[in-house]
């Protein structure tokens, strides 16, 4: 009965664990449908309109309480718009993205610093 109970205790926390982490596939979804890419590029790159994001800066609640509230010209998503889950798994996408080169390792800005 003991052993029963333990891996029903260990399953349940391993799900709920993979649930907090966020589905990236589910997140690029979202991220291109809520319009996040109009302002932030479609990677996360960043643009005129709106600041890199990916990979994100902020941890998951971080990222969740800007959008929430954010500062500047970004309009609120509140939860009616995309619920803490959504932005969960838009967090998630976000992670998968590599963070750009460093421009020392960029040729062509070598090649126009003269190096």
Known sequence: MRKLLFAA???TALVRAQDSAGNAEAGKRLYMNKGCFQCHGT???GTIAGVRIGPPPLNAQGLIRYVRRPAGQ?????EKVM???ELTDVYA????ILPPKPSKDVPLLNDLRGK
């Open 74 to 78: 970004m309009p609120a998503f509140t």
């Open 93 to 96: 996408y976000l992670k998968t």
């Open 43 to 45: 990677v996360g790159q």
């Open 83 to 85: 619920s803490d889950r």
């Open 9 to 11: 205790l260990l399953l």
